[in-house]
DNA sequence: TTTATTGCAAAACCTTTGCATGTAT
DNA sequence: ATACATGCAAAGGTTTTGCAATAAA
């Protein structure tokens, strides 16, 4: 499926606009943007796009589940391609990377707990804050 | 020891502000308060304290240990009473209550995780949000 | 041609800061 | 007396929105 049919399944509009920042992500250079890195690599291309419609296409795009959102603690949201494959994060705070995993055994805790208070999850957030292996050597 | 003493050990000057801050916390009627929460009741107590001062004294008491913040999804920064014992949230995205909680497995496993990959973790933020029992009750 | 989308500028929102004034020690 | 804290208003950073112009269907 092409990302023109991509977007009219989702019944948004094939747009210039659109179709550029869904190959930004694609592209793989950098998974984890903000909407200011997606508009600053929209103006590195002069892609002639604003960045109001960044910031719609962003949220359009994570409705329509082709992208998510996440806010870790810069303030800023990040969005990442939605790949459908639940994960957490961990953040760098040295160098500002972020990478992904996953744990059986945590998610199956975290319905564990809902469940034994009588709560109901749709979804969360974690993220581990500290530094990342490469980091963590270049302090020693 | 008094909240006088308290906020003095610290570092910081006994006044006003920071005691009718401090005192709305230990009040309880609200645990997880935002800036604008605390500026509320102020105002309902007709104490002339800026907001300015309740955004100044929030950061000042976080960074003494004597709150701790969170970043929920709403986009603001919430404050609660900080008292050494970590735990994560859960927030009701039906009616807002937030509950707190602590599970010893899920904290061992992110460390282990962690370990496995080299990371260093400084700190976490889990969120799980979804309805609370009493919400999820009133959804049948 | 009809409806959705865009760009721009302005506004909204939460939070921080400069500065003159006031207060705790 | 001195250093710190406050209030106000202004500015900061991120995100949203109104509207006329434009592009997709």
Redesign the pocket.
């Known amino acids: 499926m092409t990302n023109?049919d991509e977007?009219?399944s989702t019944?948004?509009?094939?747009?210039?606009?659109?179709l550029k920042i869904l190959e930004i992500f694609q592209k793989g250079t950098q998974r984890h943007m903000?909407?200011?890195d997606v508009f600053r690599v929209l103006l590195e291309e002069r892609?002639?796009?604003?960045?109001?419609?960044?910031?719609?296409?962003?949220?359009?795009f994570e409705q329509a589940g082709i992208l998510s959102r996440n806010n870790f603690e810069?303030?800023?949201?990040t969005y990442e391609l939605d790949e459908g494959k639940h994960h957490d994060h961990f953040v760098c705070t040295a160098c500002g990377k972020v990478e992904e995993f996953y744990d059986a055994e945590i998610e199956k805790r975290q319905q564990l707990v809902a469940q034994s208070k009588g709560w109901v999850v749709h979804e969360h957030s974690m993220a581990l804050y500290g530094h990342c292996a490469q980091c963590a050597q270049n302090k020693k």
């Not at 892609?47 to 359009?60: E, F, K, M, N």
């Open positions: 023109i977007l009219k019944g948004l509009k094939a747009t210039l606009p659109r903000t909407a200011e892609s002639d796009i604003g960045l109001a419609t960044v910031y719609r296409v962003l949220t359009q810069s303030g800023k949201a």
